[in-house]
């Protein structure tokens, strides 16, 4: 059983965040909030923990809805596909798995990208349907841009807000985009509740076709404290699912 080492890793991040904020390339994945990572790593039952050390059972860990279990085609803090938050990412599990490193990032952080499923084209560009974050060799967050793709919370990508609100009655909190002063683009993030023997971890959902809210940089409160008229101000609709430790949600330049 694997144990992430919290000194190493938030040493990293420290890093990866220094280096984040000089560069001038903005890359439209990933992003959140500070947080040491002390729990142990898990995965899903495959074949490879029959072969590798580092890879044990899943956690008893369920969704905030009742006591749903998820399978490994369901992104959730389980994991996806095989891989679980926190678990040590090697070669031959890469090769395994069918994934390639994408073109950017380093040794310390990087992005894995499913090559068997196809691509998602918005707005003239094109995004991976599912990508992983590797931080210090770990994996830190998973990131959706397919509708097809299964979230836990039942939430899409091209879901409006009214859904979001719904999945999500308390503690969500809204969070304006750096780069985006339109509001056209924004975030909502939430706090998974802790379960026993998990890493802490947070949702990021990237909103597009928003429209831009007065004072926004005042409204800390959670959405579920905002009067009715504030809420109606949070219009558009899901483009990106984010799910990883605070840590990697809050990087806003990807690995740049």
């Keep these: 059983m694997s144990t992430l080492s919290t000194t190493a890793f938030s040493t990293t991040i420290k890093s990866i965040v220094t280096a984040t904020l000089i560069s001038s390339c903005v890359l439209m994945i990933s992003a959140c909030d500070s947080q040491d990572i002390t729990n142990e790593s898990t995965v899903g039952n495959n074949n490879i923990a029959q072969t590798n050390p580092e890879i044990i059972v899943h956690n008893s860990m369920q969704a905030e809805n009742s006591n749903t279990d998820f ?145 926004a940089s005042s409204m800390t409160q959670p959405v579920d404290k905002w009067s009715a008229e504030q809420r109606a101000q949070l219009q558009g609709q899901v483009e990106t699912i984010e799910l990883g430790i605070p840590d990697a949600i809050m990087l806003v330049e990807g690995c740049s």
Excluded at 76 to 100: A, D, M, N, V
Excluded at 101 to 118: F, P, R, S
Excluded at 148 to 157: A, E, K, L, S, V
């Design 71 to 215: 399978n490994d085609q369901t992104v959730s803090p389980l994991g996806y596909g095989g891989l679980s938050f926190g678990q040590t990412i090697t070669p031959e599990i890469i090769t395994s798995l069918g994934l390639t490193k994408g073109e950017h990032g380093y040794d310390e952080c990087y992005y894995l990208e499913d090559a068997a499923k196809d691509s998602v084209k918005r707005d003239g560009a094109v995004f991976e349907p599912i990508y992983y974050q590797i931080i210090d060799g770990r994996l830190a967050l998973i990131g959706v841009n397919a509708a097809d793709i299964d979230f836990y919370t039942g939430i899409r990508n091209g879901d409006k807000v009214d859904k979001i609100i719904s999945a999500h009655p308390n503690h969500l909190s809204y969070s304006m985009d750096k780069y985006d002063e339109t509001g056209d683009y924004y975030h909502f993030i939430y706090d998974v509740p802790s379960q026993a023997n998990a890493l802490p971890l947070q949702i990021k959902y990237t909103m597009k076709g928003g429209k831009k809210i007065a004072n």
